[in-house]
């Protein structure tokens, strides 16, 4: 019997799709329960204020960056969105005068259109965000080589490649609408896929690469970046994928509650916790990584409880 249909996007696989007996057990998750959901390989971290909660991202920059030699290069993959932490890291670094010479980046992401990805000077690029936010407050001294920097081309090849030759501590991300992390979205609902997403073994098969995002996923960039005007956003990405995503020793992932909502916050640690791994829900794919942090603004998590506005 095929699986129900999105509430959502009919055309596409998300979490509206699983079973409704765990969509109501994640609903039911208080803020108490959700910390302990806490088990091996998987850990739940609850910061009380927001100066905490970036302060604490930012660091995770810095005690990567502390580990990098000219003989054993070390990065970070950084998100857009949470984008707070990134001023903070480049004071952190100008503070402690920290050398990154050997220190290396990733871009999580960037927009793509015709084919080809946004140049830095589009107002939506992720690059441009990162550049402006962060690399470009560090001082010349201290920063990095342009080369060390690395950022996701439509044609993937050289960025994939850089993977392979330097370690990553850690990938950051937040968690958009869709449940997905970067731009890992649940796929269409056609071809081989019509009645059964992808499985949790063809997806982790999947590099950087440029995607077709899901209708909730441009929505809700037009929220958080383009003041809800849908037309400025486009409906391509490239991102990084589960393959590269495997190649970092962390998975760190920052719960705000400006991107994803109550109810999102609690399915994937629930399903991550329980080991439910179900493509309709991408970040359920990281309960087989085996280092991944949930970080949490304890104000951020709210409530699943009916409330009319």
């Known amino acids: 019997m095929p699986r129900k249909l999105s509430s959502l996007a009919p055309d596409w696989w998300d979490y509206t799709t699983l079973d409704t007996e765990i969509i109501e057990e ?33 660091l995770e920059y810095i005690q990567a960056w502390k580990q990098s030699t000219d003989d054993n ?32 980046f990733w871009g999580m992401d960037e927009w793509l259109i015709n084919n080809k990805e946004v140049p830095p000077s589009h107002p939506l690029s992720f690059e ?45 991300g937040g968690q958009g609408d869709i449940k997905h992390w970067a731009f890992n979205d649940p ?17 982790r098969k999947l590099g950087t690469r440029g995607v077709n995002l899901h209708p909730v996923t441009i929505a809700q960039n037009a929220r958080t970046s383009g003041g809800g005007n849908v037309t400025l956003v486009p409906t391509q990405a ?6 590269e995503t495997w190649k970092a020793e962390k998975v760190s992932i920052w719960h705000a509650g400006n991107h994803d909502n109550p109810f999102g916050q609690r399915l994937t640690a629930y399903m991550i916790s329980k080991k439910i791994v179900d493509t309709a829900v991408p970040m359920s794919l990281l309960a087989d990584h085996p280092n991944v942090q949930f970080n949490y603004f304890r104000k951020g998590i709210g409530t699943c409880a009916v409330e009319m506005h």
């Open 238 to 243: 490239i991102t990084v994928g589960p393959v």
């Open 73 to 104: 290069p070390v990065g970070i993959c950084g998100p857009i969105g949470p984008t707070e932490q990134l001023p903070l890291v480049a004071r952190l670094v100008n503070a402690l005068g920290l050398k990154l010479h050997s220190a290396h």
């Open 187 to 203: 796929l269409p609902r056609k071809g081989k896929y019509k009645n059964s997403p992808p499985s949790p073994e063809e997806y």
């Open 26 to 58: 994640a609903a039911k998750l208080t803020p108490e329960k959700l910390l302990k959901l806490s088990r091996p390989g998987f850990k739940i971290v609850y910061y009380e204020t927001l100066e905490d909660f970036y302060l604490a991202e930012a």
């Open 128 to 172: 441009k965000a990162d550049r402006e936010l962060c690399f470009n407050r560090i001082e010349k001294k201290l920063v990095m080589p342009d080369s060390n920097l690395h950022f996701p081309k439509a044609d993937t090849r050289a960025f994939s490649k850089t993977w392979d030759g330097i370690r990553c501590a850690v990938m950051q």
